[in-house]
């Protein structure tokens, strides 16, 4: 399968593409760095793996940098999974309504956007196609701090669940990944005792694992999730 990955080039990002390769698909990999670490998995899957570079806060620009330039109608796209994002943390009474939009640019518009694109590519190919976002279990258990963060994901998820409904009589399926906290970039900037303290709120008192985020999405991308759409998948250490 041709796959889209937002986000490729650390973390969950990176994670997700390893798995996909592993399993024997082709990746085509979208990120603002170009790390280290993506090279490396570069080298290991000549071939099967290709990067651009892009800025994803650009809405507007995404059909052409992306699905253009990029995954042209050439490509058959079977499955994009939207895992970039970007995090505004702060309480509400401080909220900044510059930060908030540019928050919106990347973690809800230009996926609306890359769905729209996305679905074209499938539609154009006949393809029974499948869509995956990435989300926050912050959009379902409240944190301090988090509220804004929280709603963009909270609108990626409802947008999900409606573009199922749209686009399922025709094949394509969406659904959403719900990871709980885990040991990535985006949570680096928390001190141990408030990991600690998060942790403590799941059933298995530990951080989430980052691979079994990325296996999950490669299961849903699969023909082995055929039947599976419009839903939240919680991967979240049982959090409460």
């Not at 507007?60 to 253009?68: D, H, M, S, W």
Request: hydrophobic content about 40%.
């Amino acid at each position: 399968m041709n796959i889209l990955v937002t986000g490729c080039s650390r973390g969950v990002g990176l994670e997700i593409c390893r798995v996909l390769l592993e399993q024997g698909n082709t990746v085509y990999g979208v990120a603002r760095s170009y790390t280290d670490e993506f090279k490396e998995l570069e080298v290991e899957y000549a071939g099967r793996l290709f990067f651009k570079c892009v800025d994803l806060s650009d809405s507007k620009g995404v059909r052409k940098t992306i699905f253009k330039e990029f995954v042209g109608n050439g490509v058959q796209l079977d499955s994009y999974v939207n895992n970039a994002a970007m995090a505004y943390d702060d309480i509400v009474t401080n909220l900044n309504l510059d930060r908030l939009k540019a928050m919106y640019d990347v973690n809800v518009f230009t996926p609306m956007m890359m769905t729209k694109y996305a679905i074209r590519n499938m539609l154009l190919h006949h393809t029974k196609g499948s869509i995956v976002h990435i989300s926050s279990i912050s959009a379902h258990t409240g944190y301090k701090g988090l509220a804004m963060y929280a709603s963009s994901k909270g609108a990626l998820e409802a947008f999900s669940k409606d573009t199922a409904r749209e686009w399922g009589q025709l094949g394509v399926r969406s659904n959403v990944v719900v990871p709980g906290f885990m040991e990535t970039k985006m949570s680096s900037a928390l001190t141990e005792d408030q990991k600690d303290r998060i942790y403590k709120r799941t059933s298995l008192k530990a951080a989430t694992s980052v691979r079994s985020v990325a296996e999950t999405v490669a299961f849903l991308v699969s023909d082995k999730a055929c039947s599976i759409t419009g839903q939240n998948v919680h991967v979240d250490n049982g959090t409460i």
